[in-house]
Structures are given as structure tokens and as C-alpha cells.
Nanobody, 124 residues
């Protein structure tokens, strides 16, 4: 497994932007599939975006969010633009360090390491 620490959450008005970061340590970052998930109050955790040799998104954020990684810094990013109140959630980064099925893992069970989460609140 790998240690993951998210940062960058906060309170923003609808239409605004935030950039989340996830710093990884412990193993070779560049070899992992990485993902962002979120959990809103009273709801199940859901997939947001992932990056392997592919980049892929949930339909709800496509065109507004951008996932990227800097392997030299062992850091994953999520640029969030045009934020909506329904984007309010705790955002988690996750790493698949053991292996995963297919080219675009998006199930929680595909990922074995998780950060502690960072709160994103979008006001209307």
C-alpha cells in the first residue's frame, strides 16, 4: 500500500473553481492507477475520475473536472471548474497498487489505498 494525503478542499461559490492535491509516499507512484472518489452526506461513495494510461471521468463531472498527475512529485491533482452545489462532498484520492482489472478501474474494490478525504462545499 501507499500513504495518501489530500489537500485543497474548502468553501466556494457555485461557478467557482478548486484544485485538489493528493500527495503519495511509500512506493513507486508512477506505476499506480489513481482515482478520485467523493461521498456526499447520506450517499454512497462514488467514482469521480481516474488515470491509468487512460483518463476517464464520471458523466456528472465530464467537461468540468480534470484529473492529472505529476510523477516527479508523486502527486495527483483534480482541477474542478464550474462547481455546482451538488458537487459538495468529501473527496478522496485512491491508489491501485496491487493490480486492477481492465484499463479504467472505477470501482472502490479496485483501489487498495485511500486518503483521509478533504471537504469540498459549494454554496448556491
Amino acid at each position: 500500500q501507499v500513504q495518501l494525503v489530500e489537500s485543497g478542499g474548502g468553501l466556494v461559490q457555485a461557478g467557482g473553481s478548486l484544485r485538489l492535491s493528493c500527495a503519495a509516499s511509500g512506493r513507486t507512484f508512477s506505476s499506480f492507477a489513481m482515482g478520485w472518489f467523493r461521498q456526499a452526506p447520506g450517499k454512497a461513495r462514488e467514482f469521480v475520475a481516474g488515470i491509468t494510461w487512460l483518463i476517464y471521468y464520471a458523466d456528472s463531472v465530464k467537461g468540468r473536472f480534470t484529473i492529472s498527475r505529476d510523477n516527479a512529485k508523486s502527486t495527483l491533482y483534480l482541477q474542478m471548474n464550474s462547481l455546482k452545489p451538488e458537487d459538495t462532498a468529501v473527496y478522496y484520492c485512491a491508489a491501485a497498487t496491487i493490480g486492477y482489472a481492465g484499463n479504467s478501474p472505477r470501482s472502490e474494490t479496485d483501489f487498495d489505498s485511500w486518503g483521509q478525504g478533504t471537504q469540498v462545499t459549494v454554496s448556491s
